[in-house]
């Protein structure tokens, strides 16, 4: 499937401090089916208690390491809405190996979200 969305989107591995970065400036939940922000953690607490992620913090590490309720939290996170990086695009066109933007950007993908945040 990625290869074919690969000359469509960027994507790489985000460290975990731009995790954090994008829960706690953007984050929204999913509850019944409205996109909630995450103001608080009882909002967190209520919807993935049982999955014993019970704050924030709970959340953003469930997330960087992929752990048994990954599923269940990153279904729980509403999309994040970004801006086009400031700067813009440089070439939408070509694969990031070829001096492009979109494709694999593997642990560089953090200086390109650091843009659109």
Not at 65 to 79: D, P, Q, R, Y
Request: charged share 25%; hydrophobic share 30%; aromatic share 8%.
């Amino acid at each position: 499937m990625l290869q074919r969305i690969t000359p469509y989107v960027a994507y790489g591995y985000p460290s975990r401090s731009t995790i954090s970065d994008l829960i706690y400036s953007r984050g929204s939940g999913r509850v019944c089916r409205s996109r909630i922000p995450l103001t608080n953690n009882l909002i967190i607490e209520q919807n993935l208690g049982k999955h014993n992620i019970m704050c924030v913090e709970d959340l953003i590490e469930e997330i960087h390491t992929c752990g048994e309720h990954f599923k269940e939290a990153n279904n729980f996170l509403w999309t994040f809405k970004l801006h086009s990086p400031r700067g813009g695009w440089r070439n939408k066109k070509k694969p990031y190996q070829q001096g492009g933007d979109t494709g694999n950007r593997e642990e560089l993908i953090n200086g390109l979200l650091s843009r659109m945040m």
